[in-house]
T-cell receptor, first 115, second 112 residues
Framework: NAGVTQTPKFQVLKTGQSMTLQCAQD?????MSWYRQDPGMGLRLIHY???????DQGEVPNGYNVSRSTTEDFPLRLLSAAPSQTSVYFC??????????????FGPGTRLTVL | SQQGEEDPQALSIQEGENATMNCSYK?????LQWYRQNSGRGLVHLIL?????REKHSGRLRVTLDTSKKSSSLLITASRAADTASYFC????????????FGGGTRLMVKP
């Protein structure tokens, strides 16, 4: 299994540009999520999905859209990039997300700079 | 605001010493997890402790949970240079639905 993969690894955007960060997992996990990590800080949840067709907002959803058309893929869209969105973005997945709380498997991250 | 907060923010020790990191959280939880992040990499799960457990071991790792104090500690015994990383606690708050909330992390440096 490749686990959780993310593309691209690095991206530089200009203010106002849009782009999609890709995330895929091949473990048949139900739960997928996107986090952003700013320097010296922990991860903040942007959006998450408990299954295909179901998404919900996390702690910092503004400026981002997601969709979950398949179990495997969970793309994150930046509609109009702003310098405040400069960060490292991590995608994560887990088999289930119940009160037993599964181990989260993280991708390698996408380092985004918005000029 | 962050549910979990780690203490200290940074820790530097010599190889062979023990490292202790603490995590405090604000609301009732179902579970608490510890993750490790090497520089420039994604997070890797270390251990999960449920709210009805008080202590858990995994190799050189020992995690304790005190729900009355809303705190957890991660002890790494006989540290190695390869343990150098950032360590994060993450909580599954009882009233937060399907959300896992991370603390700010402890940066551990183990000097050879």
């Amino acid at each position: 299994n490749a686990g959780v993969t993310q593309t691209p690894k690095f991206q530089v955007l200009k203010t106002g540009q849009s782009m999609t960060l890709q995330c895929a997992q091949d473990m048949n996990h139900e739960y997928m999520s996107w986090y952003r990590q700013d320097p010296g800080m922990g991860l903040r949840l942007i959006h998450y999905s408990v299954g295909a067709g179901i998404t919900d907002q996390g702690e910092v959803p503004n400026g981002y859209n997601v969709s979950r058309s398949t179990t495997e893929d969970f793309p994150l869209r930046l509609l109009s990039a702003a310098p405040s969105q400069t960060s490292v973005y991590f995608c994560a997945s887990s088999l289930y997300f119940s009160s037993a709380t599964d181990t989260q498997y993280f991708g390698p991250g996408t380092r985004l700079t918005v000029l | 605001s962050q549910q979990g907060e780690e203490d200290p923010q940074a820790l530097s020790i010599q190889e062979g010493e023990n490292a202790t990191m603490n995590c405090s959280y604000k609301t009732s939880i179902n579970n608490l997890q510890w993750y490790r992040q090497n520089s420039g990499r994604g997070l890797v799960h270390l251990i999960l402790i449920r709210s009805n457990e008080r202590e858990k071991h995994s190799g050189r790792l020992r995690v304790t949970l005190d729900t009355s104090k809303k705190s957890s500690s991660l002890l790494i015994t006989a540290s190695r240079a390869a343990d150098t990383a950032s360590y994060f606690c993450a909580t599954d708050a009882a009233n937060a639905g399907n959300m896992l909330t991370f603390g700010g992390g402890t940066r551990l440096m183990v000097k050879p």
